[in-house]
Protein backbone atom coordinates (compact mmCIF):
# COMPACT_ATOMS: atom_id res chain seq x y z
CA UNK A 1 0.00 0.00 0.00
CA UNK A 2 0.77 3.78 -0.54
CA UNK A 3 1.38 6.14 1.63
CA UNK A 4 2.76 9.74 2.46
CA UNK A 5 2.94 11.43 5.73
CA UNK A 6 3.32 15.19 6.22
CA UNK A 7 4.35 15.44 10.08
CA UNK A 8 3.43 19.34 10.07
CA UNK A 9 -0.16 20.39 10.06
CA UNK A 10 1.08 23.77 10.24
CA UNK A 11 4.34 25.84 9.42
CA UNK A 12 4.87 29.12 10.17
CA UNK A 13 7.95 31.25 8.57
CA UNK A 14 8.76 35.12 8.46
CA UNK A 15 8.87 36.71 5.11
CA UNK A 16 12.14 36.49 3.39
CA UNK A 17 13.35 33.08 5.56
CA UNK A 18 14.11 29.64 3.91
CA UNK A 19 10.85 27.58 4.10
CA UNK A 20 10.80 23.84 4.49
CA UNK A 21 7.56 21.54 4.08
CA UNK A 22 7.95 18.04 4.95
CA UNK A 23 7.39 15.09 3.59
CA UNK A 24 8.03 11.28 3.86
CA UNK A 25 5.99 8.30 1.97
CA UNK A 26 5.87 4.77 1.65
CA UNK A 27 5.79 2.98 -1.18
CA UNK A 28 6.73 -0.76 -2.82
CA UNK A 29 9.50 -0.19 -5.53
CA UNK A 30 10.37 3.62 -6.93
CA UNK A 31 7.75 6.31 -6.27
CA UNK A 32 6.52 9.44 -7.96
CA UNK A 33 6.03 11.69 -5.84
CA UNK A 34 4.48 15.12 -6.81
CA UNK A 35 3.39 18.99 -4.68
CA UNK A 36 0.50 20.69 -5.37
CA UNK A 37 -0.15 23.58 -3.30
CA UNK A 38 -4.06 25.08 -3.02
CA UNK A 39 -4.85 28.60 -2.57
CA UNK A 40 -8.29 29.39 -0.22
CA UNK A 41 -11.64 28.11 -2.18
CA UNK A 42 -9.56 26.36 -4.86
CA UNK A 43 -8.43 23.62 -6.32
CA UNK A 44 -5.09 22.00 -6.36
CA UNK A 45 -2.09 23.43 -8.53
CA UNK A 46 0.47 21.33 -9.86
CA UNK A 47 3.87 22.38 -8.26
CA UNK A 48 6.72 19.86 -9.23
CA UNK A 49 7.17 16.44 -9.65
CA UNK A 50 10.19 13.83 -9.33
CA UNK A 51 9.92 11.23 -11.99
CA UNK A 52 13.62 9.84 -11.86
CA UNK A 53 17.12 11.28 -12.31
CA UNK A 54 18.45 14.34 -10.22
CA UNK A 55 17.35 13.97 -6.93
CA UNK A 56 16.59 17.90 -6.79
CA UNK A 57 13.37 19.14 -8.79
CA UNK A 58 12.77 22.63 -9.48
CA UNK A 59 9.17 23.66 -9.88
CA UNK A 60 6.56 27.08 -10.14
CA UNK A 61 7.21 29.92 -8.35
CA UNK A 62 11.07 29.18 -6.75
CA UNK A 63 9.93 26.44 -5.37
CA UNK A 64 11.76 22.88 -5.54
CA UNK A 65 11.80 19.98 -3.91
CA UNK A 66 14.81 17.06 -3.09
CA UNK A 67 14.33 13.76 -3.12
CA UNK A 68 16.06 11.29 -0.65
CA UNK A 69 15.59 7.56 -1.29
CA UNK A 70 17.21 6.43 1.96
CA UNK A 71 14.91 8.44 3.61
CA UNK A 72 11.96 8.18 1.67
CA UNK A 73 11.49 11.95 2.30
CA UNK A 74 10.56 14.09 -0.38
CA UNK A 75 10.93 17.81 1.34
CA UNK A 76 9.72 21.19 -0.14
CA UNK A 77 11.76 24.18 -0.46
CA UNK A 78 12.02 27.55 -1.33
CA UNK A 79 15.06 29.81 -0.21
CA UNK A 80 13.12 33.07 0.68
CA UNK A 81 9.20 33.08 1.56
CA UNK A 82 6.92 35.27 0.30
CA UNK A 83 4.05 36.18 1.70
CA UNK A 84 1.77 35.27 -1.09
CA UNK A 85 3.26 31.33 -0.93
CA UNK A 86 0.90 31.19 2.52
CA UNK A 87 -1.76 28.31 1.18
CA UNK A 88 -2.08 24.64 1.99
CA UNK A 89 0.32 22.47 0.61
CA UNK A 90 -0.17 18.71 -0.29
CA UNK A 91 2.18 16.17 -1.16
CA UNK A 92 1.66 12.76 -3.09
CA UNK A 93 2.65 9.31 -4.31
CA UNK A 94 2.23 6.68 -6.69
CA UNK A 95 4.46 3.71 -7.34
CA UNK A 96 6.29 3.64 -10.30
CA UNK A 97 5.05 1.13 -13.23
CA UNK A 98 1.80 1.97 -11.18
CA UNK A 99 -1.10 4.12 -12.95
CA UNK A 100 -3.43 3.81 -9.94
CA UNK A 101 -4.37 7.43 -8.68
CA UNK A 102 -1.97 9.74 -6.83
CA UNK A 103 -2.00 8.98 -2.35
CA UNK A 104 -2.06 12.64 -0.43
CA UNK A 105 -0.81 13.41 2.68
CA UNK A 106 -3.01 15.42 4.85
CA UNK A 107 -1.86 18.62 3.96
CA UNK A 108 0.43 21.17 5.96
CA UNK A 109 -0.66 24.95 6.40
CA UNK A 110 1.85 27.25 5.11
CA UNK A 111 1.63 30.66 6.70
CA UNK A 112 4.36 33.16 5.79
CA UNK A 113 4.45 36.47 8.05
CA UNK A 114 5.44 40.09 6.67
CA UNK B 1 -2.89 24.48 -20.39
CA UNK B 2 -4.94 21.73 -19.09
CA UNK B 3 -8.43 22.92 -17.95
CA UNK B 4 -10.60 21.12 -15.91
CA UNK B 5 -14.04 22.81 -14.98
CA UNK B 6 -16.86 21.87 -12.93
CA UNK B 7 -20.29 22.85 -13.01
CA UNK B 8 -20.84 24.89 -9.72
CA UNK B 9 -18.00 26.66 -7.40
CA UNK B 10 -20.57 26.47 -4.89
CA UNK B 11 -24.02 24.33 -4.38
CA UNK B 12 -26.83 24.54 -1.66
CA UNK B 13 -29.03 21.58 -1.49
CA UNK B 14 -31.57 19.50 0.76
CA UNK B 15 -31.35 16.45 2.55
CA UNK B 16 -32.69 13.50 0.11
CA UNK B 17 -31.79 15.62 -3.02
CA UNK B 18 -30.48 14.06 -5.72
CA UNK B 19 -27.10 15.74 -6.92
CA UNK B 20 -25.37 15.57 -10.01
CA UNK B 21 -21.41 17.40 -10.43
CA UNK B 22 -20.06 17.76 -13.34
CA UNK B 23 -16.38 17.43 -14.45
CA UNK B 24 -15.13 18.40 -17.49
CA UNK B 25 -11.34 17.81 -19.33
CA UNK B 26 -10.31 19.75 -22.57
CA UNK B 27 -7.14 17.36 -23.16
CA UNK B 28 -8.17 14.46 -24.12
CA UNK B 29 -7.00 12.83 -20.67
CA UNK B 30 -7.87 8.50 -20.53
CA UNK B 31 -8.08 9.18 -16.22
CA UNK B 32 -10.25 11.06 -14.29
CA UNK B 33 -11.16 11.19 -10.55
CA UNK B 34 -13.49 12.73 -7.82
CA UNK B 35 -12.01 13.36 -4.50
CA UNK B 36 -13.91 14.96 -1.44
CA UNK B 37 -12.07 17.02 0.71
CA UNK B 38 -12.62 17.53 4.39
CA UNK B 39 -10.41 19.71 6.99
CA UNK B 40 -8.12 17.72 8.96
CA UNK B 41 -8.58 14.32 6.27
CA UNK B 42 -6.91 15.88 3.39
CA UNK B 43 -8.19 14.58 -0.40
CA UNK B 44 -9.68 11.15 -0.31
CA UNK B 45 -10.84 9.64 -3.19
CA UNK B 46 -14.15 8.19 -4.28
CA UNK B 47 -14.26 7.32 -7.70
CA UNK B 48 -12.08 7.00 -10.98
CA UNK B 49 -12.35 5.92 -14.28
CA UNK B 50 -9.66 5.09 -16.84
CA UNK B 51 -11.70 4.85 -19.60
CA UNK B 52 -15.12 5.83 -21.39
CA UNK B 53 -18.36 3.50 -19.53
CA UNK B 54 -15.40 2.55 -16.80
CA UNK B 55 -15.04 3.11 -13.53
CA UNK B 56 -13.49 1.74 -10.08
CA UNK B 57 -14.22 2.66 -6.81
CA UNK B 58 -12.25 4.60 -4.54
CA UNK B 59 -11.74 4.62 -0.48
CA UNK B 60 -15.23 5.84 -0.06
CA UNK B 61 -17.73 5.55 -2.25
CA UNK B 62 -20.43 4.72 -0.54
CA UNK B 63 -23.56 6.97 -0.91
CA UNK B 64 -22.00 7.99 -4.37
CA UNK B 65 -22.01 6.87 -7.96
CA UNK B 66 -20.53 8.01 -11.53
CA UNK B 67 -21.30 8.23 -14.72
CA UNK B 68 -18.85 8.46 -17.71
CA UNK B 69 -20.62 8.33 -20.88
CA UNK B 70 -17.97 10.27 -22.84
CA UNK B 71 -14.15 10.40 -22.44
CA UNK B 72 -14.02 14.06 -21.53
CA UNK B 73 -16.88 14.14 -19.03
CA UNK B 74 -17.36 12.82 -15.23
CA UNK B 75 -19.90 13.22 -13.55
CA UNK B 76 -20.62 12.17 -9.85
CA UNK B 77 -24.32 11.56 -8.30
CA UNK B 78 -25.41 11.59 -5.29
CA UNK B 79 -28.62 9.57 -5.00
CA UNK B 80 -29.91 10.72 -1.80
CA UNK B 81 -27.93 13.82 -0.60
CA UNK B 82 -26.94 13.52 3.49
CA UNK B 83 -25.70 16.59 5.66
CA UNK B 84 -22.08 14.25 6.13
CA UNK B 85 -22.07 14.95 2.22
CA UNK B 86 -21.24 18.89 2.75
CA UNK B 87 -17.60 18.88 1.48
CA UNK B 88 -15.31 20.32 -1.33
CA UNK B 89 -15.64 18.36 -3.96
CA UNK B 90 -12.58 18.19 -6.47
CA UNK B 91 -12.10 16.47 -9.91
CA UNK B 92 -8.68 15.48 -11.50
CA UNK B 93 -7.82 14.57 -14.66
CA UNK B 94 -4.70 12.61 -16.40
CA UNK B 95 -3.19 10.79 -19.02
CA UNK B 96 -2.52 7.19 -18.96
CA UNK B 97 0.89 6.80 -17.56
CA UNK B 98 1.95 6.73 -14.02
CA UNK B 99 4.31 9.64 -14.29
CA UNK B 100 1.56 11.76 -15.48
CA UNK B 101 0.57 14.94 -13.67
CA UNK B 102 -2.88 14.53 -12.34
CA UNK B 103 -4.44 18.27 -13.00
CA UNK B 104 -7.56 19.49 -10.90
CA UNK B 105 -10.82 21.50 -11.35
CA UNK B 106 -11.50 24.21 -9.54
CA UNK B 107 -13.45 22.23 -6.75
CA UNK B 108 -17.15 22.98 -5.82
CA UNK B 109 -17.94 23.38 -1.94
CA UNK B 110 -21.42 21.22 -1.32
CA UNK B 111 -23.62 22.22 1.35
CA UNK B 112 -26.43 19.81 2.24
CA UNK B 113 -28.69 21.26 4.42
Known amino acids: AQSVAQPEDQVNVAEGNPLTVKCTYSVSGNPYLFWYVQYPNRGLQFLLK??????LVKGSYGFEAEFNKSQTSFHLKKPSALVSDSALYFC????????????FGKGTRLSVIA | DVKVTQSSRYLVKRTGEKVFLECVQDMDHENMFWYRQDPGLGLRLIYF???????EKGDIPEGYSVSREKKERFSLILESASTNQTSMYLCASSNGQGRDTQYFGPGTRLTVL
Open chain 1, 50 to 55: YITGDN
Open chain 1, 92 to 103: AVRATGSNTPLV
Open chain 2, 49 to 55: SYDVKMK
